[in-house]
């Protein structure tokens, strides 16, 4: 009987050593933490983070001769609560939004090839606003330009 509490307490040692030796799951993301938007993410910024997956998705399209079609609604930009409001209510992100509204229709009823520059021609509106307003996301947006 002696033998049989000595077995059970070492094999609760073992246990408990292993679990405590474990690294806490909790711990060890709170002090990973992978920070996208040091400002927050606002409604705005996950938004254009779903545009540019969704443009990516694209790009990718045409590279492979497809035709795709972007299936985000551009009209958000301009309902999307934004990190700075202030930023997105100024003339300057409303006129680029405009802009870009344009390059997005223009993109969509296009055919074959004009597809490519069009796409283009949408991306450096997207790069031309943030130039002016929030230049942070300017190196991933590059992204989206096709290779020569």
């Known amino acids: 009987m002696k033998y049989l509490a000595f077995l059970c307490s070492i094999i609760l040692t073992v ?32 938004f254009m983070r779903y545009m540019y997956d969704d443009c990516m998705r694209v790009k990718t399209g045409i590279e492979e001769g497809g ?51 069009l796409f283009t021609g949408l991306v450096n509106n997207c790069i031309a606003c943030h130039q002016q307003l929030c230049p942070g996301p300017i190196r991933k947006i590059n992204n989206l330009h096709f290779e020569n």
């Open 67 to 117: 035709a795709e079609t972007l299936e985000f609604d551009p009209d958000k930009m301009f309902t999307a609560h934004a990190t700075e409001p202030e930023k997105a209510a100024s003339e300057a992100y409303q006129q680029m939004g405009k802009a870009y509204l344009a390059a997005h229709e223009a993109y969509q009823r296009a055919q074959g090839d004009d597809k490519k520059a």
């Open 15 to 46: 246990l408990l050593f292993g679990y405590c030796s474990q690294p806490n799951n909790e711990t060890s993301t709170d002090k990973k933490t992978n920070i996208v938007n040091p400002n927050g993410d606002s409604e705005l910024a996950l």
